[in-house]
T-cell receptor, first 111, second 115 residues
Framework: TQLLEQSPQFLSIQEGENLTVYCNSS?????LQWYRQEPGEGPVLLVT?????EVKKLKRLTFQFGDARKDSSLHITAAQPGDTGLYLC???????????FGKGTKLTVNP | DAGVIQSPRHEVTEMGQEVTLRCKPI?????LFWYRQTMMRGLELLIY????????DSGMPEDRFSAKMPNASFSTLKIQPSEPRDSAVYFC?????????????FGEGSRLTVL
């Protein structure tokens, strides 16, 4: 059983469209990170959220941490081909201090 | 400043052979992690070190896997003997903070294929 479920698993959209990807769990996390991974490279951190209900913006990317700290979402506005990649969420469970990763959402933005 | 450096980038070997993957973390970082990534299971933590000391190796699949960190600037992950199901991309990551709460900086990975 995957501790962090990400959906959708795959997403293919046209340039300019908006999209939201989700990271859900039945467990509470003390913090949650989002990474982007491009083919042939390692994941790169985009953001860390730590407070329930927190919203962080990174240019066209908006990250939200659920009030109960069990879920998170990533919204991309006006997607561009450069946004193509595997988006991974990773959470630290309260008490375990262990970072676990979801399987990711593979996003393709077509020009 | 150089990032996390892993070698080799690609390794193809035959079942039963010994495989050694190497990692140089970012200078000054206190934690080092070894992950394995496959399509089926995603990114799985194998082992992590704090200040060169192994803290949690519960993710190491079997006794065939071993990891060492003899000093702050070098770590190895060894598989002996290798099996086809070990085929995956192995990532090393380092972090300035002790433990898992900080940003992880990943290397480019070592793609292992065991025939």
């Amino acid at each position: 059983t995957q501790l962090l479920e990400q959906s959708p698993q795959f997403l293919s959209i046209q340039e300019g469209e908006n999209l939201t990807v989700y990271c859900n769990s039945s467990s509470v996390f003390s913090s949650l990170q989002w990474y982007r991974q491009e083919p042939g490279e390692g994941p790169v951190l985009l953001v860390t959220v730590v407070t329930g209900g927190e919203v962080k913006k990174l240019k066209r990317l908006t990250f939200q941490f659920g009030d109960a700290r069990k879920d998170s979402s990533l919204h991309i506005t006006a997607a561009q081909p450069g946004d193509t990649g595997l988006y991974l969420c990773a959470g630290v469970q309260g008490g375990s201090e262990k970072l676990v990763f979801g399987k990711g959402t593979k996003l393709t933005v077509n020009p | 400043d150089a990032g996390v450096i892993q070698s080799p980038r690609h390794e193809v070997t035959e079942m039963g052979q010994e495989v050694t993957l190497r990692c140089k973390p970012i200078s000054g970082h206190n934690s080092l992690f070894w992950y394995r990534q496959t399509m089926m299971r995603g990114l799985e933590l194998l082992i992590y070190f704090n200040n060169n000391v192994p803290i949690d190796d519960s993710g190491m699949p079997e006794d065939r896997f071993s990891a060492k960190m003899p000093n702050a600037s070098f770590s190895t992950l060894k598989i002996q003997p290798s099996e086809p199901r070990d085929s995956a991309v192995y990532f090393c990551a380092s972090s300035l903070k002790v433990g898992h709460t900080g940003e992880l900086f990943f290397g480019e990975g070592s793609r292992l294929t065991v025939l």
